[in-house]
């Protein structure tokens, strides 16, 4: 049986107001992107999104999801990702977003799901509205030296976006997030150990311009299937003020299969003073 551990974190997640209710199109349903051996990929698209809201892809029953990502359409200035994460107690993933502008936009949450059972657990705390100390915060979390971090990040709150969420080596997991609203929000960082994949780190970077999009993709090596990734948006090391993701999900070459199992891509875009660095981060999977 699954499993998912809300850590200590929830307590103080419980004492936040959240905000009121979402808006969104009528869902639709998720589609299999193809396999690769015993990994799926998974697609669903949620329509007329305007406030957070999102799909989940949920996994075939008794798989697990080793990861997954989003995107969101529309002008970047405006429209973020708040969330990437697993959803229940990792049968599947959810993406969600948000737009600051009156038009609606379009939401795909990307699964990718494996036989072997990847068990969750939660832990985050609050953001500070924006301008004040705190509004931007994180936290790590870590496996033992025997298994793999798996994860992803989920924020709450009215404008709360991601500024990394990606692994540190095999065995760690971070996440960041910025409030770019004037009450307190949430973040949540989701992370999973696992010792059922034999798996290499892939990173690839490029430079964002101030008021410009960026993307950069890591690519998986030959005999290998892309099972997680991330990205970090950051400038002398740490992490980047005013930049988030509007894409970051599993990728497809110019290989024959159309399968995403190739790497991982990523969108960010920099409201920043300043350029800022993205590197995007594959987690690979010997196939």
Known sequence: MKRVAVLAAAAVLAGVAATGPASAGSPGSAVSLGRVGAIEYLKAVQPGVITQEGLTADCDVEDSATGGGGTISGSPANSALNRTAPSGAGDGWRAEGNTTGITSRK????????????????????????????????????????????????????????????????????????????????????????????????????????????????????????????FAMTAGGEPERDTWATSTRPFDSDDRKKTPDDGWTVKAYNDGDAKAGLTVYAVCAAK
């Open 107 to 230: 939401v795909t949450t990307y699964a990718i799901c494996g036989h072997a059972e990847v068990a969750y657990s939660v832990a985050g705390g609050t953001v500070s509205p924006a301008g004040e100390f705190g509004d931007v915060t994180g936290t790590t979390q870590g496996c033992s030296e025997s298994e793999i971090a798996l994860g992803g990040a989920d924020n709450f709150g009215g404008n709360v976006r991601i500024v990394q969420n990606r692994p540190i080596g095999l065995t760690d997991w971070t996440v960041t997030a910025q409030n770019h609203a004037s009450v307190q929000g949430t973040y949540s960082i989701w992370y999973g150990c696992s010792d059922a994949y034999d798996v290499s780190r892939r990173a690839e970077s490029t430079t964002v311009r101030r008021g410009d999009v960026g993307q950069a993709t890591a690519t998986c090596k030959r005999g290998e299937a892309v099972i997680n990734g991330g």
